[in-house]
């Protein structure tokens, strides 16, 4: 053992001896904890570095928030096509019909002229007829006579029932919550061109309207934009041939258009072609498709009417 530990368990010793003389000897006295005292260069230097440390560190990186899924938009609710016409703030049309001047003067003419053979065959044949003539003469004439007088009351009803103008307009519904509905306005054309006469005016609704075939008739094969832009290219091409010619033969010109006009008119009087039966309550109407302007070619009226199958 060397000096310096036996020293101290002299010393010890030599404190622990006027404890036992005071009775205390059993008690266990336990040794005081205390912390260990750096140095003050220690302290201030660790005190430097953590200021230094909060002065220069980098600043954090907020972190970027994932990004909300956009709102997805609530179902919109069905609407048929007439829903959506009755909802429109103005009248919609959805057919306007072409000129019908040579159909009606056709067709007046030519009823005309029957009548008046029917007329005037009957009185020179049939009522007073010539002396001379035998018995079966004047029946026959009078065949003839009712023939030609139907056939005249047939051209002139040619222009009856005849369309116009079909017009969508929109109804607001008297209760508060009530969707708007939709009448479908019919405009007649007038038979006698006389100007204090108003055209005739018949409302429907649409589910009273039947087409007796489709307006829109589809091409067999889808029409490119190549061939749309030809087409229109061709025909600015003939109205500009049309404005190079002579305007000394203009007259001429109209002049054959006019009369090819009157002669499909007479045409289309007695064979009735061109025309869709559309039936609005309970009575049949005529509706031209050989020339005019149709809401969305033709396929307005198909969504609004009922198309029957042919």
Known sequence: ?????????????????????????????????????????????????????????????????????????????????????????????????????????????????????????????????????????????????????????????????????ITAHPVKAAAVNAQPTLRIDIELRKMLPLPFLSPRVISATPADLQLSHSVYTPSPRPVTAAERFEAAKRQADELEAERKKSIMLAPFRHASQAFFGMFVAIKRTFTREGFLKLRANKRVYKLDITGGWALDEGKALDRVCTVLPS
């Open 1 to 165: 053992m060397s000096c310096f530990t036996r020293s101290a368990m002299l010393r010890y010793q030599s404190l622990r001896a006027p404890l036992s003389r005071l009775g205390l000897s059993g008690l266990n006295q336990a040794p005081l904890q205390t912390l260990p005292r750096l140095p003050l260069s220690r302290t201030f230097t660790t005190s430097f570095r953590l200021a230094a440390k909060k002065a220069f560190s980098k600043p954090s990186i907020p972190k970027q928030q994932a990004p909300k899924p956009a709102a997805i938009p609530p179902t919109q609710s069905y609407q048929s096509y007439t829903a959506k016409l009755a909802s429109r703030s103005a009248p919609t049309p959805l057919y306007i019909a072409p000129s019908h001047t040579f159909y009606i003067l056709s067709a007046y003419s030519g009823a005309a002229f029957c009548i008046a053979y029917a007329g005037f065959s009957y009185y020179a044949n049939v009522f007073d007829p010539p002396p001379g003539l035998s018995a079966w003469v004047p029946i026959a004439f009078a065949g003839i006579c009712f023939l030609m007088a139907a056939m005249g009351g047939w051209l002139i009803l040619a222009p009856a029932s005849l369309i116009r103008s």
